[in-house]
């Protein structure tokens, strides 16, 4: 029986955690933290897993954790790295659904995250957890980095025409609509209803910390450094994210609407968890709610020579929780759809 932690369960990512684990008969629920929390009951915060979640709140420094084989982070950023080094000298292998280990450049992210990374040697060890690409270095992995949400939908609509050099790569824009839970669940004005209901407005327009995440997964499949716009929007809606990306054709290249297709077609065939449509279909954040999908259609715009990919998720699952279990099933050797088999909720 697999001993599970999760470090940080009061929030939306930690909840959705508790949700897709909870059920599990291969996997056992040892330890879930919060420091303001210990000792009151999972269940009476989150009422919904009455009957499935049947532990207490324990003090995030709480030694049980170190006696997991897998310790799940859900904490807000720079919190992690804290508490990562000595699990990972206890033995358990740790997930860390924050930014903590995400950035390869020390600098960047201390420039992003605004203090210091206290264990800078193991960003080097880090593997970053997006399946699609890194399956084989997940597999054998003490410390994984999640994707956030944005750079997953992002880059699984990207990264193929990337990989083939079909784009002009120093013109990328990736124009994303995110529901309020990407946020977490804290009190602000910005994401009361009577602030964000009936209204759909633009943040961090002049940069947002998920950019540099992006464009280090983008670079990975280009000779030429990626120059990508990224422009984030928050919507009226609890989850999804819908991401509409344009690339202009690179000079030389011949591209037709049905040679995109068969290449998405073909680069997605085996990947359990990316759905890309027939042509003349488009993703919707309704389709993914509450699945670990990520839904994809390709498009060419021929009076531009623009290639446009519409890539939905639901960012609390395919672009947190569910990727997050998805990584565990690969390090633990499973079958890595376990327990993430559940069909999209409609409506």
Not at 218 to 244: C, D, K, W
Not at 259 to 273: A, G, I, M, S, V
Not at 333 to 338: R, S
Request: proline share 5%; glycine share 8%.
């Amino acid at each position: 029986m697999v001993k599970i932690g999760v470090v940080g369960a009061t929030g939306y990512t930690g909840v959705e955690l508790l949700r897709l684990l909870a059920h599990r008969e291969d996997l056992r629920l040892e330890v879930v933290t919060s420091r303001e929390l210990q000792g009151s009951a999972v269940a009476e915060l989150f009422p919904s897993l009455r009957g499935h979640v049947d532990l207490e709140f324990s003090a995030p420094d709480s030694e049980a954790l170190g006696d997991c084989d897998i310790v799940f982070f859900a904490t807000p950023h720079a919190v992690a790295m804290h508490s990562v080094p000595g699990l990972l000298e206890k033995g358990a292998r740790v997930i860390d659904l924050s930014a903590d280990f995400r950035l390869q450049n020390v600098a960047v992210w201390e420039r992003w995250y605004k203090t210091s990374h206290c264990c800078p040697d193991l960003i080097k060890e880090a593997v970053y957890g997006l399946p699609e690409v890194n399956r084989a270095q997940i597999g054998n992995a003490r410390l994984v980095a999640a994707p956030g949400c944005y750079p997953t939908a992002i880059q699984l609509g990207f990264i193929p025409l990337l990989q083939v050099g079909l784009i002009d790569v120093t013109q990328l824009v990736a124009d994303a609509k995110s529901g309020v839970s990407g946020a977490g669940r804290k009190a602000a004005v910005d994401f009361l209803v009577g602030e964000a209901n009936e209204s759909i407005k633009a943040y961090a327009v002049h940069g947002h910390r998920h950019g540099p995440e992006i464009e280090q997964g983008l670079n990975r499949y280009s000779e030429q450094a990626v120059n990508l716009t990224f422009m984030p929007h928050l919507t009226p809606m609890i989850r999804g994210i819908l991401a509409t990306l344009y690339a202009p054709v690179a000079g030389g290249k011949e591209v037709s609407a049905e040679l995109l297709q068969t290449h998405y077609q073909d680069y997605y065939r085996n990947e359990p968890f990316v759905d890309v449509l027939p042509q003349g279909q488009f993703p919707a954040t309704r389709n993914v709610k509450g699945a670990n999908y990520c839904q994809i259609s390709v498009n060419y715009l021929a009076e531009n020579s623009r290639v446009v990919v519409l890539s939905a998720i639901d960012n609390l699952v395919k672009g947190a929780s569910g990727q997050a279990v998805q990584i565990m099933n690969i390090m633990l050797g499973l079958p890595e759809t376990t327990g993430l088999e559940n069909i999209a909720l409609v409506p």
